[in-house]
């Protein structure tokens, strides 16, 4: 991570989260009354193609400012964020995940990624944590009762991936709440702990993330390391072999403006990011320099990479695997 990547993250999500349209939006409409624009919907995370990723920019966002305090975009972010976060938007997006027909509203992956936002937002000395709060203690009581009745986890590789959402959850419930992360630890172990032998058939065409690595990834931050190391071996049996070599092999994206296809550069980032934690770095860095360069440049791929790209350049190698 150096200060010219963080700058040009910076510019990229300055450009993006308060950048209204193109938008697809996750609304269930229960009459013509909500028929309205994304900057009605979703006063605060209106931008950025989509209500996810414009809460994972302004996670980049929080991360650089706090990690560059004196870069020239630091100042913007603060003043946008001052704008952004503000209590009268904040209850308009409350209001929003309250409704009925929001019940599966961005249900796992924008739940995650704002509790994730909320725990970044604490680190700074300004009110936008408090502000949030609200928001994701309900999103947090929301993944309360997705699990009690999630009989079976989600392993495709994108935004519904079951893993990655509770790898993320997981660091804001030991930070604010003991259930949750209990939760999420005996629901990861009971999903998982019987895993072994995986043959990692994957990416998929249009997958972001790697299933098998989320997994492994996840069960790293639930299972103590004795438990840990044998679950691993067993999981990944010929890893000393490079095999799966899918996992190896870093994914090629054939048409950047496509986004779905962009979603191949993510999956080398987010597969960088899971073999930096697990202690490979040759794999974790041929991913790395695959995607690295692609952050920026197409906004198919540009209003939410930088996020993935961050998680990476950003992993701390465990001292022991």
Known sequence: ??????????????????????????????????????????????GSYDWHSCVHGWWTLLTLRRLYPDMPEAAAIAELADATFTEEKLLVELAYARRPESKGFERPYGWAWLLYLHLEAARH???????????????????????????????????????????????????????????IRSTSKRWFKGDWGCQAWEPGGDEFLSPSLSEALLMKRVMTPEDFRPWFSAFFPRLEWAEPATLFTPARVSDRSDGKIAHLDGLCLSRAWAWRELGFQEPALCHLDAALPHVTGDYMGEHWLASFALLALLAAPPSDR
């Open 1 to 46: 991570m150096t200060l010219e990547i963080a700058r040009r993250f910076a510019q990229a999500a300055l450009g993006h989260v308060a950048r209204e349209y193109p938008n697809k939006l996750d609304h269930v409409m229960a009459g013509d009354g909500d028929a309205q624009t994304p900057r009605q919907l979703h006063p605060c995370f209106f």
């Open 125 to 183: 000395e300004a009110p936008w944590a408090d502000r949030i709060e609200p928001l994701a203690r309900h999103f947090a009581t929301m993944f309360k009762s997705y699990l009690s009745v999630l009989t079976y986890p989600i392993r495709t590789g994108t935004h519904f991936n079951s893993a990655f959402a509770l790898t993320l959850s997981l660091e804001w419930a030991s930070a604010y709440d003991d259930d949750l992360g209990n939760l």
